[in-house]
């Protein structure tokens, strides 16, 4: 019989930490983004999605060819 056929307790060993408190927002928000801010975000996205990434150059020899 393997170890896996096995009923095994999922229970942690030990318990997990408390989560950070910079997780946890209490307060005041960020400061919010001015109209300009946005606008080039939005800039930077449209950029980012339309411009296209550069690919490794695919070998010239196949795996047998090598061998």
């Known amino acids: 019989m393997s170890n896996t056929d096995r009923d095994v307790d999922h229970a942690l060993a030990y318990p997990e ?15 919010p983004l ?14 980012a999605q339309r411009t296209a990434r550069p690919r490794a150059p695919r070998p010239s020899t196949t795996l047998a060819e090598a061998s």
């Open 17 to 31: 930490p408390p989560a950070s408190p910079l997780w946890h927002r209490h307060g005041a928000k960020g400061r």
């Open 34 to 47: 001015t109209d300009a801010q946005k606008r080039r975000n939005f800039e930077l996205l449209d950029l």
